[in-house]
């Protein structure tokens, strides 16, 4: 099997080490170097592309959340955030899943081997999970670590004519790398008579309340972390919680969400696979699929499930993604009705709320 060729970034020659320790004992990673700084990495990006970047952030002649940005703007690559700085719901980690990191690591601020001892697994885990957001283009003909599952693994697909009459709409959004901004953009445009909305954005366990709380204080709409048998409302925002999938459901009238734990679909948990599918199923052509920017394929299958079903579907243009890569695969299995530009969304899908 290939390695996962990583390139580490701190200032900290001790904390370098450290990681090229923790990663080099992982058969799965190669270290291809280190730096000290944004700079010394760039020249080295220059020379050979790494397939995942450990970055801190405090660091000097730029920092660390500057050099995501420009990574994410000019050469998209997986990018897993080591920081003493970003502990969960900390305004520093949301920022860096906001600018697109893959994960967000809290460094402990301890002792190298205590360090060592405790973060291990989860750093090496981390970084074999980023290397799989560009696992499609980068090593296409490399057998992975875990399978590919499809939604299948959560919820059988639907039967035909299986879907209840009603007149409800409903909003079904999935987003990956540079979702957090997207968002944010989307949900702040909405007016608080908008459809219900559910959303699946991938990102780690922990980060997604803070995330909706934050969401919520600048939006018109009611934004929340789904918990177990939420009903979707009108003018209200469901975010699944990191680590399980979210799925919508329907009982009579009332459209609620399911959370639900189970193996990676598409590589992630939560999956836009498993909720687009689940939208295909109890809302059909009631449903209006949303898939924004990110890394990979997750959600191309389940919206053109939604396209057969009657959905209206909806896909982010390159020129506003950050990483053109869900839409994409999307629009090239056939399941986009439409490609527009982010700020525009809200208008299309108010104006079909509307009739």
């Known amino acids: 099997m290939k390695k996962i060729r990583t390139l580490i970034v701190d200032d900290s020659a001790l904390v370098r080490q450290t990681l090229?320790?923790?990663?080099?004992?992982?058969?799965?990673?190669?270290?291809?170097?280190?730096?000290?700084?944004?700079?010394?990495?760039?020249?080295?990006m220059a020379r050979e592309v790494p397939d995942v970047i450990t970055l801190d952030v405090e660091m000097p002649k730029m920092d660390g959340l500057t050099f995501l940005k420009k990574i994410m703007s000019q050469h998209p690559i997986p990018v897993v955030i080591c920081s003493s700085l970003a502990g969960k719901g900390t305004e520093t980690a949301m920022k860096a899943l906001e600018y697109g990191a893959v994960d967000v690591i809290h460094k402990p601020a301890l002792g190298t081997k205590q360090m060592?001892?405790?973060?291990?697994?989860?750093?090496?885990?981390?970084?074999?999970a980023a290397s799989?957001?560009?696992?499609?283009?980068?090593?296409?003909?490399?057998?992975?670590?875990?399978?590919?599952?499809?939604?299948?693994?959560?919820?059988?697909?639907?039967?035909?004519?299986?879907?209840?009459?009603?007149?409800?709409?409903?909003?079904?959004?999935?987003?990956?790398?540079?979702?957090?901004?997207?968002?944010?953009?989307?949900l702040e445009a909405l007016p608080a008579d908008c459809p219900g909305i559910v959303i699946v954005q991938h990102m780690p366990e922990g980060f997604t309340a803070a995330f909706s709380k934050r969401l919520n204080t600048l939006c018109k709409v009611t934004v929340k972390e789904a918990s177990h048998n939420d009903t979707?409302?009108?003018?209200h925002a469901l975010i699944a919680p990191g680590n399980h999938h979210l799925l919508l459901k329907r009982s009579g009238a009332r459209y609620y969400v399911e959370i639900k734990d189970g193996p990676l679909v598409s590589r992630h948990r939560p999956s836009v696979d498993?909720?687009?599918?689940?939208?295909?199923r109890y809302a059909g052509k009631n449903a209006i699929g949303v898939i924004m920017t990110g890394m990979g394929d997750?959600?191309?299958?389940?919206?053109?499930?939604?396209?057969?079903?009657g959905a209206y579907t909806i896909a982010q243009d390159k020129e506003s993604c950050i990483v053109f890569g869900m839409p994409a695969e999307?629009?090239?299995?056939?399941?986009?009705?439409?490609?527009?530009?982010?700020?525009?969304?809200?208008?299309e899908i108010m104006l079909k709320y509307s009739y």
């Open 20 to 44: 090229n320790d923790i990663l080099s004992s992982d058969p799965r990673i190669e270290v291809m170097g280190m730096a000290s700084d944004p700079f010394v990495a760039a020249d080295k």
């Open 116 to 128: 060592l001892a405790e973060s291990s697994t989860m750093i090496c885990d981390a970084v074999v």
């Open 132 to 186: 799989y957001t560009r696992a499609k283009r980068k090593i296409l003909n490399t057998p992975l670590a875990t399978p590919k599952l499809s939604a299948d693994e959560i919820l059988a697909r639907p039967k035909k004519d299986t879907v209840l009459k009603t007149t409800e709409k409903v909003v079904v959004v999935g987003a990956s790398t540079g979702g957090t901004e997207a968002l944010r953009i989307f």
């Open 232 to 235: 979707v409302l009108p003018g």
């Open 274 to 280: 498993v909720l687009f599918r689940s939208a295909a």
């Open 298 to 309: 997750d959600g191309a299958k389940g919206m053109l499930e939604m396209k057969n079903a």
């Open 330 to 347: 999307a629009i090239k299995l056939g399941g986009v009705d439409k490609v527009m530009d982010l700020e525009l969304i809200h208008r």
